[in-house]
C-alpha cells in the first residue's frame, strides 16, 4: 500500500501533573521516515494505555523517560506496509514499542514478529502482550500458584489483573478478586471466572476481604499497592507470597503517604514480598509463554478482554481514565487507530 508522507504521532506537549489534562499531550503530523537497510514501515492498528505511561510522561527516574516533543511510548501492534528487511516482508504482523502513532519506521526483532495463528493485533497488545505476559510471569514463575491454591488479585478487572484472575482459574486454583463498584466486581465474577469479588471502594471492604479469603490466601498478585496491600497481607497465610506487578495507588501522586503499606502483618506472617520486571524473563521464556497463553486462548480458557477507545486523538482521554476510580471500562485499554 501506498505511506504517507506525513502522519499522525501524539507527543507530550507538558509533564503533567496528578492528572492528565488537555494541553499535555498534543497531536502533530510528522514525517514518515522511509525505511533505512534493515528497516520496516509499521502502520500500527491498535496502541496500547497502561498506568505507568503517567510516571513516565512525568519524568519518573525508576522508568524510562520522556522528553518534552517525544511520541508517547506506548506497545503497538501493525502491519508492515513497507519492508527493507528480507526476514520481515510487507503484510507482516508486528508488535513494537513504537509509542502512540499512526504510522512508525523501525527495525523489527524475531520477538516481535505478532504470529497471526496465536492472534489478531488486539489479542497481540493484552493477552499475548506485555499485559498477559507479565500476568503469566507473575502467577507461575515468582508467585508459584499451585492447584488447589488461594489467589488475590488486586485491580482484577484491569488489563494484567483480569488476565492473572483467568491464569488463576486455569492453573485450579480459587481467586478472589479486588475491584472497584459493583460493574467491576460483577465483571470480576461473572466474565473473568472469580470465585468471589470484593468491593474496595465499599465500606465494609476489610471485612468482606477477610471473610472471602477465610483460612488465608497462598499468593496475593498485587497491581494496587497502599492499602490494599497492607489488608491482603493480614489474610494470607504464614510463608504467604506477594506478587509485587505494579502500584497504582501512587502513580498519580507518588509523595500521598495514602499510597504508603504498612508491611508489620509481612514479617509475623513470615511473608515473601518479590517484584518484577516481565521483561526481564523474556530471554528464556518469551516465546513458550505466548504459546501457553495462545493454547489457552484458543481452548477458551481465557479470554481477551478490552475496552476500545477509536481514533488516535483519543488516547489522551484513554489515559485520564484509567485513573478513575470505580470506572466501568474493564480490561486493557486499547486505542483502535485504524482498521486491521
Known amino acids: 500500500m501506498t505511506v504517507p ?21 498534543a497531536v502533530e503530523r510528522r514525517r514518515v521516515r522511509p525505511p533505512g537497510p534493515g528497516e520496516v514501515v509499521v502502520r500500527n492498528v491498535v496502541t496500547s494505555v497502561d498506568p505507568y505511561q503517567l510516571s513516565m510522561l512525568r519524568g519518573a527516574t525508576d522508568v524510562a523517560t520522556v522528553c518534552v516533543g517525544d511520541p508517547v511510548p506506548a506497545s503497538s501492534v501493525g502491519i508492515v506496509v513497507q519492508s527493507q528487511d528480507p526476514h520481515v516482508p510487507d503484510g507482516t504482523q508486528v508488535a513494537t514499542y513504537t509509542g502512540w502513532q499512526a504510522y512508525a519506521t523501525t527495525r523489527i526483532g524475531p520477538t516481535e514478529v505478532a504470529d497471526p495463528r496465536l492472534g489478531g493485533p488486539v489479542e497481540w497488545l493484552s493477552v499475548l502482550g506485555p499485559a498477559g505476559v507479565a500476568a503469566y510471569v507473575g502467577v507461575h514463575d515468582v508467585g508459584h500458584l499451585q492447584p488447589g491454591g488461594t489467589m488475590l488479585v488486586s485491580a482484577a478487572s484491569g488489563g494484567v489483573g483480569g488476565v492473572a484472575v483467568q491464569l488463576g482459574k486455569a492453573a485450579g486454583a480459587r481467586v478472589i478478586a479486588i475491584a472497584g463498584g459493583r460493574a467491576r466486581t460483577g465483571h470480576a465474577v461473572w466474565v473473568l471466572g472469580a470465585d468471589v469479588a470484593v468491593d474496595y471502594l465499599g465500606p465494609a471492604f476489610a471485612q468482606q476481604l477477610r471473610q472471602a479469603a477465610g483460612p488465608g490466601a497462598d499468593v496475593f498478585f498485587d497491581n494496587v499497592g497502599g492499602r490494599q496491600l497492607t489488608l491482603a497481607l493480614s489474610v494470607l497465610k504464614h510463608y504467604g507470597r506477594v506478587v509485587l506487578c505494579g502500584s497504582v495507588s501512587s502513580y498519580a501522586r507518588p509523595d500521598d503517604p495514602a499510597g504508603a503499606a504498612d508491611l508489620t502483618a509481612a514479617v509475623c506472617r513470615r511473608i515473601t514480598l518479590q517484584g518484577y520486571i516481565a521483561s526481564d524473563y523474556y530471554p528464556g521464556r518469551l516465546k513458550p509463554v505466548r504459546e501457553e497463553l495462545g493454547a489457552l486462548l484458543h481452548a477458551n480458557r481465557i479470554r481477551a478482554v478490552v475496552s476500545e477507545f477509536h481514533g488516535l486523538d483519543s488516547a489522551p482521554r484513554a489515559l485520564a481514565a484509567v485513573f478513575d476510580r470505580g470506572s466501568a471500562q474493564p480490561g486493557k485499554r486499547v486505542v483502535r487507530i485504524t482498521d486491521g
Open 5 to 25: 508522507s506525513h502522519a499522525d504521532v501524539i507527543v507530550l506537549a507538558r509533564r503533567p501533573g496528578p492528572a492528565v489534562l488537555p494541553g499535555d499531550l
